[in-house]
């Protein structure tokens, strides 16, 4: 049943909703609340927690629509203390149908929408939303809304809200769509992407990864034209005789001096080949689409390299024209950060050169090993690259800037970061074994990457980093070990799956919203997983938590349930009467007496003391005495990784399901 009702206090309309989570026919139930005061009144923008729009959406619309207005919807929640500014009105409809939102949140209390009447609202090209000023806000039931325009946000069509109806009608009139109210707008389908989903995205990447590996490959079997040495005296004049689409062979022995690859053709090592430079500046500079650097041993690399303004104060604005770190995030950031790390010195750069293959070299160098600039679809398989000792002293192993492609079967020692990404969306990095740098994988601006089956250990820092408001990135099946925080995932719409994160300081930093985590294993660390993004809108179930000094500390936020379609974690230590899958009663990680069951003897009783019990329930019924918590309603009985725990003698775990099967990772 839906009841919608107006109240109106001192001659203002004010919407007072309970928003009911039931998927019935995709729509969302509005039920009416008199909460007995005036609602709050609306707030500038900045003051809301944002949703729906990444870091780097919003910072390439400053550059291409700088009068941006994206439709926006501010809602203020029962039990929540920040107000949320959702990114479109699909953003706003999606997240109330989430499990356990209205738990977590609680009803809104106000929701108010932009309000377009009045305003020189026009369409760039790409349909997005420009005005000339700011416009204002209206309740989101009194406005009236356009769809199936050609108005569109970074992520889709969008829905447009008006004060009026003439004013909406104008609209449509000349963009196309028809006007509708709030509860149509609300009932509308959304696209929300369940773990099949994601799962199936991870494995469409692995198979057009593999097609690229296979096509980039090819270019090893170039028929040879030139032989160095023999037909010609010199490597780059042996290239610059190579018909294009052939090989200029190297035979084994020392060749010193620069080398630059302008046209399609393959530089192939044979019997330990060893292209050696001065000691000053990159050795090898690939810029032809299609060439390939293949089975060669790369040194003699300048030292240029970020330096401890990057490495320490992770200051980027070197530019002398930029006097200032404040401008990081505006229009001098990517020039900034393309001077400081697709800069300096490098064994290998391909620069400009699409489709190119490195494959097969090893390289020893105090400043990169290898650095794509502008070079989507390349290949790096199969490289060994050797750092600084110190990375407050070296560069990256390998800089992916604007360059998706595939970075696979490699292992990079020391350095800064192991592997470095900027804006590369949909790169592959898979099956690498990278120790001892700064970080091991650093994301930036990139989403729709694949970061598997990586081994990631010995960081200084980070093991993997996916910063700067990302989307859609999967982290699955890596091991990272001995490091201070082992995993940090930033952003929106992600898959992390299927890691072992093993003796670590901090396991997993959850700054990333909206995503699913699952069937991952947090053993031996001193946090298994700290959770710190302010919105509790992701989905934790199905992962194991054992042998952690702590298995979730929790800040910056309300509660948080890690429970989805039934089942929750396992978590040593958890005890309670089972089903033969789930126990039945809540865990909280993050209770004093819940978080202690694992490490200390007694407290297992005291977990199931009657008093203890009610104290619980209590707390359930007071949603403001659940805030930074963690709870899991349906914890499991048993672990879901049984051959992480076989191959590492932990079977005796405990309690042991009264009958059932384990669950495998992924179900």
């Known amino acids: 049943m839906h009841m919608d009702s107006i109240k109106s206090i001192g001659g203002r309309t004010a919407l007072f909703v309970l928003v ?19 609602p709050p009144e609306p707030v500038d923008s900045e003051e809301t927690v944002s949703v729906g729009l990444t870091l780097a959406d919003e910072l390439r619309l400053e550059d291409a629509a700088p009068n941006a207005s994206l439709p926006r919807v501010q809602v203020f929640y029962s039990q929540y203390p920040f107000p949320i500014g959702y990114y479109g009105i699909e953003s706003f409809a999606a997240k109330q149908r989430q499990p356990y939102h209205k738990d977590q949140f609680g009803y809104p209390t106000a929701a108010y929408v932009t309000d377009y009447t009045g305003q020189s609202l026009e369409l760039t090209d790409d349909g997005i939303p420009s005005t000339d000023g700011s416009p204002g806000w209206v309740p989101a039931e009194d406005a009236v809304y356009v769809a199936g325009s050609a108005a569109r946000t970074p992520d889709g069509p969008a829905l447009l809200p008006f004060s009026t109806r003439d004013a909406a009608r104008s609209f449509a009139a000349e963009h196309g769509g028809r006007v509708i109210d709030w509860q149509t707008a609300l009932d509308r389908p959304t696209e929300s992407e369940p773990a099949t989903a994601l799962r199936e995205r991870v494995e469409t990447q692995r198979r057009e990864a593999n097609e690229t590996v296979a096509s980039r490959t090819r270019l090893r079997e170039r028929p040879v034209s030139v032989v160095v040495g023999e037909d010609e005296s010199t490597v780059n004049e042996a290239i610059e005789s190579a018909p294009p689409n052939t090989t200029v062979l190297l035979p084994g022995g020392t060749y010193r001096g620069r080398v630059q690859i302008d046209r399609p053709v393959t530089l192939r090592g044979v019997d330990d080949s060893r292209i050696v430079g001065d000691g000053n500046g990159t050795v090898v500079v690939v810029r032809s689409p299609r060439a390939a650097v293949v089975d060669v041993n790369v040194s003699g690399v300048g030292n240029a390299v970020p330096g401890g303004a990057a490495t320490d104060d992770h200051n980027h604005v070197n530019n002398p024209s930029h006097d200032s770190a404040d401008t990081i995030g505006d229009e001098y950031w990517d020039e900034d950060i393309e001077e400081t790390y697709a800069g300096g010195d490098t064994a290998i750069a391909v620069e400009t050169a ?18 794509l600039y502008e070079s989507p679809g390349t290949v790096v398989r199969d490289v060994h690259v050797v750092g600084n000792e110190s990375y407050r002293n070296g560069h990256m192993g390998l800089v992916a800037m604007r360059s998706p492609g595939v970075v696979e079967d490699s292992t990079f020692v020391g350095g800064l970061d192991g592997i470095y990404t900027h804006r590369s969306d949909g790169i592959v990095v898979r099956n690498n074994e990278i120790y001892d740098n700064r970080m091991g994988i650093h994301l930036m601006f990139t989403s729709g990457s694949v970061l598997r089956n990586n081994t990631v250990s010995g960081q200084e820092y980070t093991g993997i980093h996916v910063m700067t408001g990302p989307q859609r990135n999967a982290v699955v099946g890596n091991r990272i070990t001995e490091t201070v925080t082992a995993l940090v995932v930033g952003g929106s719409e992600s898959y992390i799956a299927d890691n072992v994160i093993l003796d670590n300081n901090l396991g997993f930093q959850i700054d990333v919203v909206g995503s699913i985590v699952e069937g991952n294993v947090f053993a031996n660390n001193r946090a298994g997983a700290e959770a710190r993004a302010q919105l509790p809108t992701n989905r934790v179930f199905d992962n194991d938590f054992v042998a952690n000094e702590q298995h979730v500390r929790s800040a910056n936020g309300r509660l948080r349930i890690w429970t989805y379609d039934g089942g929750g974690n396992y978590w040593e230590g958890a005890t309670g009467r089972t089903d033969g899958t789930v126990i039945r009663r809540t865990y909280t990680p993050t209770d004093p007496v819940d978080g202690r069951l694992h490490r200390t003897d007694g407290t297992a009783a005291l977990a199931r003391a009657p008093a203890l019990d009610a104290l619980a329930g209590f707390q359930g019924s007071v949603p403001g ?5 963690v709870i899991d309603t349906a914890p499991l009985c048993e672990p879901v990784n049984e051959g992480w725990f076989e191959r590492t003698g932990r079977t005796d775990t405990e309690p042991v399901c009264a009958s059932g099967t384990r669950r495998s990772a992924g179900q």
């Open 20 to 38: 009911g989570v039931a998927l019935v026919g995709g729509s969302i139930g509005l039920f009416v609340v008199d909460v007995g005061s005036a």
């Open 625 to 629: 005495m659940r805030a930074d918590e």
């Open 354 to 371: 699409r489709d190119a293959l490195v494959s097969g070299v090893g390289i020893d160098t105090d400043a990169a090993g290898i650095i």
